[in-house]
């Protein structure tokens, strides 16, 4: 369970995230909606210890995160995949997923059959470079990286920003199906309400940094009365 | 044979560059640290030389204990300087430069101005047909060749190499995935240092030893860089030779002063045509 | 004016140092006036211009060859006017810093590290032409370069004296000082702002960043050949040190030390460091350039804005005035 505890961050002196308090509870999705320029990639930023906290907590499993580096909290059970997939493009397949496990550990290599099961166009391009791969592809990828570290929660930066809608629902899927396989707990950042809607159990709000409301999928609201809210559709 | 022998000092030249280039490549394409010290480092491992000579130790300890102690030095440097101007890239061209002052200052406290100089552990010659050649420069060809070797494979075919290419491409990404960026800093540090270190030991024989040789060196070493391209660790092959190879050549066809002005102007005409070196490539 | 008044602090202060001091100091004061434009010259450039040029030398050797080659009557008897072979040598230097700029600045250019590299190499290669062009001394340098001669048409005023040399040099520089200050607080000091900060700005503002890049280049060039010409003139000699590697980084040490980012730290780091080194190197001896090494370490990593500059900013917003 990741609980974020009253944080406060952002660049320099501009607070971008303020006062924010939110749960992604084990073994669920929790999706994080809000419009562009709410503070959802630099909550995410954060939280992986890629932006200075100014204030507050972080707890994954009761264990406080934030004086740790990036990679110490990689260690500590964080799976991350940023906002533009960054993918190393200069590297093959197999070189993305060796990197993933040379920082976590070798042994992680085991996972690569199951890895390879859930995502079979991986291992039909095992020496592909990555830089030559569609967006979809490039997702896939950053995703399966993520997973190779062995993560206990999954974080996902807008994974479906320009990537077309039938990946989309592909990644949705596959992604619902290896949390409910292994009982991963997730983070998802997004604005795309079909793939929130296929995979999230939990949907909390952000706006202008602040946490405005946390409700299960199916609460809702009559209509999309909250998303209506929040994101303006 | 009038055209063999400068052409193979010539190379002999080129090979000791790379080694000092591919060191400060692999310290700035990693790190954005520019090591000003380098040259330093370079003398360093000559002057391991001179104290295990007169210390009366074999020439192989020594060409040992040089890199060891450059490279100790170098873990030193990273501890109590670079580390803590490494989002400064531009002070870190002055911080170390200040540190090549001391250094040198103090080689020349503690060994004097002049220069010293080493005796070569072989004195055979090594003759193919009417053309004979000193074999210690052909043995530090020989391992000039297997440590350049060694370094492109340590970046390009090893675990570590690769984990020092992600740093390089994405160090915010290769972090969240749980790879230790200062950690690698500090080995890559280190390991050009020690290579500074060893290339220094490995010619002090083959050329006057002094507390101002560094600088001999790190200049054509930047030029190479320059010229070479920065992005790949091949340009520093191609950036060596050019300015390596013009630099040796025209010096003994012409003159010292001739060549160096001829190199420079080589290379502000790469910059000026070329911005990104011959091989181009990303800074 | 307001922003002249320290200035002007520092000018007195200077004019009536011969009163306390004998002439030994005086002359000494004299080296260190021409130091300190020679660091103004880098601070512009460095800190203001943003162009790290670590081969500030060359253009201080520049101005230095060409003043000696005029005065001398190498180039003709006809032609040894100070006036004259002062003009020559600012625009001998300013001229081969717009030569230079424009292979370096143009198109993508280059800057930050390799720019420093290129110029210290310049600063290498020129030293080593000058020590063997035969013609220009080689070696040996120039001897017995004459002083400056005030007169104008047919009166003759040599300045032999170290006093009359001392208050020449302090009035040149201090109005150099205080055209440079003025120069930096109008639009074009707004430009090197905009310059450091965000040149591809600059450029969409309709603004030639390789032109400005190169006029900055050329004005510190100038300044530094001026401190150049006039050095040879009080020295009498000038040798192929002078224009280069030794002496580069001197000046760099000098400012960096100072503050490169406040013409009046550069200007304190030069004669501070000066002073320092007359004095100290007697204790230390040998030591002195160790110890200056590691000082210009520890100030680049601990204080990066200088060791004068930083106490000079704290006074400033204490008294509320701009130094």
Redesign the interface.
Known sequence: MLELDSITSGYGDARVIQDFSCTAEAGRITALMGRNGMGKTTLLKTVMGLLPITSGQILLDSAPLERLNPHERSRQGLGYVPQGREVFENFTVAENLRLAALGSSLDHLDMLPQIYDWFPILKERLDQKAGTFSGGQQQILAIARALITRPKILLLDEPTEGIQPSIVRDISLQLSRIAKETGLTILLVEQNVDMVKTMADDIAFIENGKMMEKCLLEDLGPDDALLHRYLSI | MDLLLPLIDALSYILILVLIALGLMIV?GMMGV?NMAHGELFMIGAYVMVVCQSAGLPFLVGLLLAPLIVGLLGLLIEML?IR??YL????T???T??????????I??IFGPESQSIASPINEMITIGDFSYPLYRTLVMLAAILLIGGTFWLFLKT?FG??A??VI??P???????????QLYRSSFVIGTALAGLAGALVAPTISVDPQMG?GYL?PG??SI?VGGAGPLAGVLVGGSAVGGANSLLTVWI???AA??AV?IM??LV??LR??GILGGRK | MRPLVPLLILAVLFAIAPLFVGSYWVSQLSYYLIYGLLALSLSLVWGYGGILCFGQAIFFGIGGYVMAAMTKGMISPFLINSYLSLFCSVFAASLFAVILGYFLFAGKGINGPYLAIVTLAIAIVLERLMSNWYAMGGYNGLLDIPPLNLGLFWFDYELWDSLPIFYTLLITVFVIFAGITLLLKSSYGTLLTALKTHPERLAFFGFSVLQIRLSVFALSAAIAGLSGALFVTVDGFASPTLIGFTLSTEILIWVAIGGKEMLMAAFLGAILTRFAENWLSEIFGDYWILLLGILFMISVVLLPKGLIATPLAALERKLGVRL
């Open positions: 700035f520019i300087l803590h101007i400064r890239p531009l002070d061209i002055l911080a430069w200040g540190l090549s002052i001391a250094l040198k200052q103090g020349v406290l675990d690769l984990q290419r992600a491409a994405r915010d990404t290769a972090a969240t995935l749980g790879i230790n960026t200062r600088l200049i930047f030029l320059l003159s010292p002063v160096q002005i420079f290379a502000i910059i000026r911005p990104e």
